[in-house]
């Protein structure tokens, strides 16, 4: 029997989800395909959504109309904002969520949405002819036609699980892998890599000793992942903070004979960002304790997770080893930990739409190109989605360039730069990031998710009242004050009050010790009809409106050559005064701007100069 669709997503993950919701909403016939319907949105590693630069991808997502910052928020059992001391560039929220719940509430949206069946199945084949997708096959026997499938496998592909000498061909918690789709690719002419990522043991909860740990509370008064979210979630369960020791570390360094890790048994490439505990004990000998987190896995369960503690050792040496912990000497292991080797593509064979260069109408989106991480997932899903139904639907595709969201760097990075492993986003790799904060997410993305069809009106209502109400502000906080009249005031806050004019509200925002919070909560009758995150903005804006400012003229400076397209039939190797690297560098990526090409390992600021000058060159 055939199937006819204009899309199929395969794998039911976080970037599966994302691009099922995206062309679906938007009007386009989809199916969902998954190994199993119990894996879709499944928190497969550690039960939380966020986290350092991950805020921010989770905050972007939500912007553009997907998916993950509202489920987030609708599961979430405890929320922290981390790096709450540093500034607001770096501020990113993290929540523990609810792990069954999560699941449970994205597999009831997917099932209520229009035009998106799921269903279950093993992709086997998908069939290209004359250069486009045409169809896509499962094991059991299922054929679906179709004109364009968005490939989110996940840590699926051929994977295998390794705890010390044991190894078995299997998914993540026990799930089926996938067997046939990597022959299926390597037919198609992609060059799959062997990356590696790995899980801690999940615990008994009932068998921890927490008046032995550091407890950690969740807080809140912060804000939430999605701007539709009314009711911030309440902090319901508590985290815990304890350590390795040198018992710890005597028990590891003793036995790494026994550790894949060193001793042949894992061939993939492991995350550098979120290491082995064996890796941390011997890459940082001189450390004599590292963090570990305990974190629930829910509310319907006892287990636990222990963050930072991901290992492949046998299990008698994980038991000893957990139980060499303060607090844990009792520990009771539920599950046992696992490293994970699964197949991946290289990432530099896309466009920035996430489509195939060499193949029309096929998509890539997650771990599947090289990266780490759920946020890291849905996002690249989303956009994956996005650019498939503009595809469909024959409109411009959506590019976010890296001066606009955390979303474009991700994406640029993948597409531009080779990844020998798995990639996992972080601020520092934003160059832009005083821009593109958590805050500010929705006034940078809304109009994008609204032109593609994702922003409802309910939600563009909402961001055009918030828009109207930072705009009011500006006049409301001119309002000036004596000195006689916030003398009192500037003392409780702990700031100096020096000369004899006037101050403005807008003058009190600048200054260090006096938040958008305190300010509102002295001046009731002027600014108690205003929400906190408005006046939040004013506060970020005029802290660092002379950085800003700056980085706004860099960003100016940036755009003059992502405007400068690059033809992709582009033959480097006949451009004269490149260097042999540069031309085949170029000729492997195809870059879409010089602003791109800028940017590929082996293409030095010389090489910009023999292309800028070639493309004005046939540009007369």
Known sequence: MINKYDAVVIGSGHAGSEAALALARTGIKTLLLTLNLDSIGFLACNPSIGGTAKGHLVCEIDALGGEMGINADKSTIQRRMLNSSKGYAVQSLRVQADKNLYHRELKKV?????????????????????????????????????????????????????????SKDVG?????????LSDCLTKLGFNLRRFKT?????????SIDYTRLEIQKGEDNIQTFSTLTKEKPANVSDCYLTYTNLDTHSLILNNLDKAPMY?????????????????????????ERHQLFIEPEGLDTNEVYLQGFSTSMPIDLQE???????????????????????????????????????????????????TSGYEEAAAQGLIAGINASLKLRGEEPLIL?????????????????????????????????????????????TEYGRKCGLVDNNRYNQFLQYLEEIKTLDTILDKIYSPKEIKDFFEKAGETLSGTSGLSLKDMLRRNKITAEILQENFPDILSQY?????????????????????????????????????????????????????QKL????????????????VSPADISVLTVYLKTIQK
């Open 110 to 166: 997917l099932e209520n949405t229009e035009n998106l069946d799921i269903r279950q199945g093993e992709v086997s084949d998908i069939v290209v002819e004359n250069g486009k997708v045409t169809t896509v096959k499962t094991k059991q026997g299922g054929v679906y036609e179709t004109q364009v499938a968005i490939i989110c496998s996940g840590v699926y592909l051929q994977s295998r699980i390794i705890i010390g000498e044991y």
């Open 172 to 180: 993540p918690n026990g799930f089926a892998n996938s067997t046939d």
């Open 198 to 206: 790995g899980t801690p043991v999940r615990i008994d909860g009932k």
């Open 263 to 287: 001793n042949g048994a894992i061939e993939g490439t492991g995350p550098r960002y979120c290491p082995s505990i064996e890796s941390k004990v011997v890459r940082f000998a001189d450390k």
């Open 320 to 370: 000893d080893m957990v139980r060499s912990l303060k607090g844990l000497e009792n520990a009771k292991i539920m599950r046992d930990a696992y490293a994970i080797e699964y197949d991946c593509i290289d990432a530099t064979t896309l466009y920035p739409t996430l489509e195939s260069k060499s193949i029309s109408g096929l998509y890539f989106a997650g771990q599947i190109n090289g």
């Open 401 to 445: 360039k890296r001066s606009e969201s955390y979303i474009g760097v991700l994406i640029d990075d993948l597409v531009t730069k080779e990844t020998f492993e798995p990639y996992r986003m972080m601020t520092s790799r934003a160059e832009y990031r005083l821009t593109l904060r958590q805050d500010n997410a929705d006034i940078r993305l």
């Open 531 to 583: 929400s906190i995150r408005a006046i939040k903005q004013w506060e970020i804006n005029l802290k660092y409106e002379g950085y800003l400012k700056r980085q706004d003229i860099q960003i100016h400076q940036a755009k003059k050559q992502e405007e400068k397209n690059l033809p992709t039939d582009l033959d480097y190797s006949e451009i004269k005064g490149l260097r042999l690297e540069a031309r």
């Open 587 to 602: 000729n492997d990526i195809k870059p879409m701007t010089l602003a791109q090409a800028s940017r590929i390992s082996g």
